[in-house]
C-alpha cells in the first residue's frame, strides 16, 4: 500500500511541480528588464561610476527585451560549427568579389587616403566591410539594446565582456546623441558596416570625412576609415606579410588558436615546416595555421599582419577568409581597372 501511495504521490507531485517551474518562468518573464535586481545594480554602477541618469536608464530598460534567438545565435557561430571547405563557402563567392570591387570604386578615394594614412592596403579594408556586412547590405536585424542586455544578463560564460559592452553602448549613445533603442546590430552587438562592437566605435572609429559624428552605419567614408585606423591601432605593418602557404613533415602537433606571431621560421624548419620557394629572413616570426580541406589538412605561416586581422575575430578561419578575399578583390579590381584602358 505505501508503494502504491508512493507511485500515486510521484505522479501527482511531478506535474504539481512542473506547473511551479512554468508559473515562475511565465511570472520571470512577466518583469520588465529594469526591475530586475542585477540590472539595477548596473543602473547604480552607470549613475555612481559614469553620471548618467538613473530616471532615464530605467526607461531605457523598461523598454530592452531579452532575447532567446540571440542566445541560440551565440551558441551557434559558423566558425565553430563548420569545417574550413564549407565555411570558406560563404564568404569567397563570385558575387561578393563582384560586388566588392564595385564597392572599391565608388570609394576609391576614401580607400587611397585610408592606406596613405594607415598604411592598410585596400583590398583588405573592403574585403573586412565584404566579410562583415557584405558592403553593408547586412548590418543586423537584432536592437543593439536587447542583444548586449540579453547576453550581459542571461549568457553567463561571456556576461562580464557584454556588460562592459554594454556600458560603452549606452555611453556611446549619450556621446554621439543617439536613441539607444533606435540602432540595430548583428546578434553580438556589433555595428555599422564594419561591424564595430561599442568599445571598438568608442576606442577606434573616426570622423574620416570630417563632418559631423562618426557615422559607421551609413557613410563609407567613415566605415572605411574606421576599420582602417583599427587595423593600425593593433600592429598593422605597411606593406609587411600577412600569411603564406607552408609544407610540413607529417602532422605538427602545435595548434593554431592564438594566431600570435612569436615562431621564427628557423624554429619551423627544424620542425618540418617551410614555406615553399622563400627567400625570408629566417629570423622571421610567424604562427602555424592549420586548416582543413576535404582532401585533408593545409598548413599556412601566418605573420603579424594576419595576426591584426585576427583581432577582429579571433577564429583562423575567418582571417583566412578575409585574406583569401582580399586576394581575390584585388585581381578583380586590377583586372577591371585594366580593361577601361
Known sequence: MKKILLCFSLIVCIPFFSQVKVAQAKAAQAKTLNQREEVQQFIHE???????????????????????DIIDLMNRPAEKVKP?????????????????????????????YAKQIYGVPEE???AIIGVETFYGRITGRHRVIDALATLAFDYPKRAKFFRSELKHYLILTQEEKVDPLSLKGSYAGAMGLGQFMPSSYRNYAVNFDGEGQKDIWTNPTDAIGSVAHYFKRHGWVRDGLVIKAAVAKGRPKETNRKLKAKTSLAEFAERGISLKNTNLDPQ??????????????????????????????????????????????????????????
Open 46 to 68: 552607470m549613475v555612481s561610476e559614469h553620471g548618467m541618469d538613473k530616471n532615464y536608464l530605467n526607461k531605457v530598460f523598461k523598454q530592452t527585451e531579452i532575447r532567446q
Open 284 to 341: 622571421t616570426k610567424a604562427a602555424l595555421v592549420v586548416l582543413e580541406e576535404q582532401s585533408g589538412p593545409t598548413y599556412w605561416l601566418g605573420f603579424n599582419n594576419f595576426y591584426v586581422i585576427s583581432r577582429y575575430n579571433h577564429s583562423a578561419m575567418y582571417s583566412m577568409a578575409v585574406h583569401l578575399l582580399a586576394q581575390d578583390l584585388r585581381r578583380a579590381y586590377l583586372l577591371k581597372n585594366d580593361d577601361k584602358r
Open 84 to 112: 574550413w571547405y564549407d565555411y570558406k563557402k560563404i564568404f569567397l563567392t563570385d558575387s561578393r568579389t563582384t560586388k566588392g570591387v564595385n564597392f572599391w570604386q565608388e570609394n576609391k578615394e576614401a580607400l587611397a
Open 124 to 126: 583588405y579594408i573592403v
